[in-house]
């Protein structure tokens, strides 16, 4: 970290994920001086953390990967399709180490407040350690799923078994094998966790409150081959993918589901259920995810999937998602996920027909029973978002906290930036394209955005960039009109922080596409940055 002699530094970066670890690259090599402070001991954020069994990631690894350096994507090779934790975490840390990014950021050290200071038109930033560091410019890569969610199960403290999150695995598997465990939580961790915990366990326990979608993940090896193929394509790749819906290569979809009959619904549906991924069955037809009929037809080609694959009848009833249309809630991508409930080793507990009264030291108390269990394994979720940005107790110009100035809903300019917190940019934040596409192509899509925004304002000689008020509420309606057309407006989930008690409903990300995305905002630096206040001057206040 190099600063002024005043101590001061251009930015402080928040964390060493994938967005800190670009941004540091980029803002570096462009000449600021940044300083980088991450909570754990190493790079890898999301993916350091997240260590539980299972853990793969459900975009494609060739495309959830870096593509800002050819020379990076031609040498290093996935071997999976959907490359486990671990491999990732191994990639970031090639990539730490390729660029030399270590030594950017301080470890083990957690931003724990953030004040601006309007007359040096400063970030005071305050640190776990006791220690204050001031910037012009604060940029979270805090992640959005990187706050877990209070363990807000009844009696739990009474436990006194062995205790795990997913969030937080800090166990090996083996001290699971042959022992009673209970999983609460299915969603993707669950759903990735149960069946290779149920490999090991004397017994499993899944205490499951809504049933969700879970398709087959298809992970298979990736041959030589088809690394090649990728490789020699790679930049064109790419480019596509900066361009489409989601940041993965987009299927060719142009019809809605009754546009077919009945039959060819039916083979349709068979063929994207091979194909898996978020380009699987929910991409089948342009109207899944905004008319409730259409989506029918899809839900109920994978209810009657459950019914094959679950021997148990009553069991596959209950696994059945009967309370919310497919795709509306975060699907599940799993291997041999309903498969395991046929083993005579693991039982099904629906929360919505006996909800946990509370625990003992070695059992769970349903309304209507009592199970048993040596181990508890939490997988219920992250205070997606908000939960990471408020963690880092920034106070704006105001003198409001965030978390006061979003109490009835979160209010972003691109995702990027709130008015009141004049130079704090946030890298995938809520109303962003980054809840619903390839996250790390929408992380650097972002970076590169913020980093010109910068430099624009260095030109400029200025040193204050804010969101107006009038460019923000813009934004808010735009998110808010791509969500009103959909299904996901009429689900509750993390999506729509109806996950965490008391969070105000909003919609946590922009649902228009990447392309859109990347258009709109190319446009608007080549507009001057309409919507942004730069140095007090006063350009367009309007989107
Ligand atoms: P999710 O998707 O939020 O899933 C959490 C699961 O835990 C879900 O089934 C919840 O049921 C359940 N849950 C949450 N709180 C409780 C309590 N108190 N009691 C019982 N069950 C509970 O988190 P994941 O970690 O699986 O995945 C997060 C994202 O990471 C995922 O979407 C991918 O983007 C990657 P509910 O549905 O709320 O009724």
Redesign the pocket.
């Known amino acids: 970290t190099s600063t002024s002699a005043s101590g001061i530094v251009d930015v402080i970066g928040v964390g060493a994920g994938f967005t800190g670890l670009y941004l540091s690259h980029r803002l570096t090599n462009a000449g600021w001086t940044f300083a980088g402070f991450e909570a754990g001991p190493s790079v890898g954020g999301t993916w350091f953390w997240n260590t539980y069994p299972g853990a793969r990631c459900d975009v494609e690894s060739i495309y959830y990967s870096y593509s800002f350096d050819e020379a990076l994507q031609q040498e290093w090779t996935w071997s999976q399709r959907f490359a486990p934790q671990a491999e990732i975490l191994s990639y970031i840390e090639h990539v730490a180490d390729r660029f030399d990014l270590r030594k950017h950021f301080t470890f083990d050290t957690r931003v724990v407040g953030a004040t601006w200071n309007a007359a040096d038109r400063l970030w005071e930033v305050r640190l776990d350690n006791g220690e204050t560091r001031r910037s012009r410019y604060l940029i979270s890569g805090a992640g959005g ?1 990187s706050t877990p ?1 209070d363990f ?2 009844p009696g739990l403290g009474n436990f006194a078994g062995l205790q795990v999150s ?2 937080r695995w800090n166990i090996s598997l083996d001290d699971l094998a042959g022992k009673r465990v209970a999983v ?7 759903v990735q966790a149960i069946p290779l915990i149920a490999e090991v366990a004397e017994h499993v326990t899944v ?4 049933p ?1 979608y879970v398709m087959p993940a298809r992970n298979t090896e990736l041959s030589p081959e088809q690394v090649e193929s990728i490789k020699v394509d790679y930049q064109a790749i790419r480019e596509e993918c900066r361009h489409s819906l989601g940041g993965i290569p987009e299927r060719p979809v142009a019809d809605k589901a009754f546009d077919v009959s009945a039959e060819e619904r039916q083979r349709r549906y068979e063929a994207a259920y091979e194909l898996s991924g978020f380009n699987g069955v929910g991409a089948e037809f342009t109207d899944l995810i905004t008319d409730v009929e259409a989506n029918r037809t899809a839900s109920e080609f994978i209810h009657d999937k459950i019914r094959e694959i679950v021997e148990d009848p009553a069991t596959a009833e209950l696994l059945v998602p009967k309370y919310h249309p497919l795709g509306a ?2 699907s599940c991508f799993g291997t041999d996920y309903y498969e395991t409930y046929n083993r005579p080793n693991v039982s099904l507990v629906s ?1 919505r027909d006996e909800p ?1 009264e509370t625990m003992t030291a070695n059992a769970i108390v349903t309304s209507k029973g009592t199970y048993e269990a040596d181990a508890v394994v939490l ?4 205070d997606a978002f908000t939960g990471p940005l408020y963690g880092l107790g920034l106070t704006g110009a105001s003198g409001a906290k965030l978390q006061e100035a979003w109490h009835d809903g979160v209010r972003t300019y691109l995702g990027i930036m709130t008015a009141d917190f004049p130079n704090f940019f946030m890298v995938a934040g809520p109303q962003s394209p980054a809840l619903a596409s390839n996250v790390v192509m929408s992380i650097e899509q972002s970076v590169d955005w913020i980093a010109d925004l910068i430099e624009h304002a260095l030109d400029a000689g200025a040193t204050l960039v804010e969101a107006t008020v009038e460019g923000q509420n813009d934004w808010v309606d735009i998110t808010e009109e791509t969500v009103a057309a959909t299904l996901y407006a009429t689900t509750d989930s ?1 999506y729509r922080g109806s ?1 965490i008690e008391g969070k105000p409903n909003t919609f946590m990300g922009y649902l228009g596409g990447v392309g859109k995305y990347r258009r709109m905002c190319t446009e608007i630096a080549k507009r001057g940055y309409p919507g942004v206040e730069i140095d007090g001057e006063t350009k367009s206040r309007r989107l």
Do not use: E, H, Y
Request: glycine fraction near 14%.
């Open positions: 799923l969610k807000d199960v997913t969030s609460i939580g299915t969603g993707s961790s669950g205490f499951q409150r809504t969700n809630k975060r929360l946990i997988a219920i979720g992250f993390w996950n």
